[in-house]
């Protein structure tokens, strides 16, 4: 479902091998799993794409939906318990298995990574790149019809309502919030990284719908609201 952002670059900054990631949480299924020393490889299917991820060693069964929580993507990444060399991989880490900092990423390149960060990481000047913002009155709809009638709402305002399933504040200096209606889902992005809203809320927002956009590494949206104004209903 999730397919292109109009964002030339975010906070994905190559250094060798090394790709950050946003800590964006994703649902994924579970299709296989490999269990080899101190982690838990699995093969997880997102919507249309199917990558590897590297998570803490955990009991994960194929077929089960969970949520990861991404670190740092890695590319040509060997496992020599696996002896196998992946062409990219996300280690990431899941509810109740939080690995603190950036300088303990599954205790691996920890401090390279980290200097990397303090030193280098810096907001990218270019985020809003190719961003379409309208002054359009909303015009009221539902998340399901953004989907089936995407040239409609394609570059104008919309007012929709659903359940918060996900936020992630203070990326950056926005926050991204994913909304569900019972059906479907939709990511909208508020200029306010500190956006007061939580996963259970029931919510109203109003923001501008961008489509077919991508900056890369399955980063991938269909449609995503940005400019997103939102109030609580609950």
């Known amino acids: 479902m999730l397919k292109k952002i109009i964002l030339s670059c975010l906070t994905t900054l190559f250094f060798t091998n090394y790709l950050f990631a946003l800590n964006e949480p994703h649902t994924v299924k579970v299709l296989e799993t490999k269990n080899a020393g101190a982690y838990t490889y699995i093969k997880v299917k997102e919507n249309k794409d199917n990558y590897w991820v590297a998570i803490t060693k955990s009991n994960i069964k194929i077929g089960q939906t969970i949520t990861i929580h991404e670190q740092v993507w890695m590319k040509n990444f060997k496992s020599k318990a696996l002896n196998k060399t992946f062409d990219k991989i996300l280690f990431a880490q899941i509810p109740n298995k939080a690995i603190s900092g950036s300088n303990n990423i599954h205790n691996i ?3 390279m990574i980290k200097k990397k960060q303090d030193n ?4 990218n000047p270019t985020f809003n790149d190719n961003l379409i913002i309208s002054n359009s009155k909303p015009i009221k709809t539902t998340i399901s019809n953004l989907y089936t009638q995407k ?19 203070k990326v950056m200096g926005n926050t991204w919030v994913k909304i569900y209606n019972g059906k479907d889902a939709v ?5 306010n990284e500190d956006e007061k809203v939580a996963i259970g809320d029931k919510v109203k927002v109003i923001g501008t719908i961008n489509t077919n956009v991508d900056y890369g590494y399955g980063f991938k949206y269909e449609i995503i609201g940005v400019n997103g104004k939102f109030e609580i209903l609950n």
């Open 109 to 111: 390149h920890g401090k």
């Open 120 to 123: 280098q990481l810096k907001p």
């Open 151 to 169: 040239e409609k709402y394609k570059n104008k305002n919309v007012e929709i309502q659903g359940d918060v399933l996900q936020v992630s504040n």
């Open 187 to 191: 990511k909208f992005r508020s200029p």
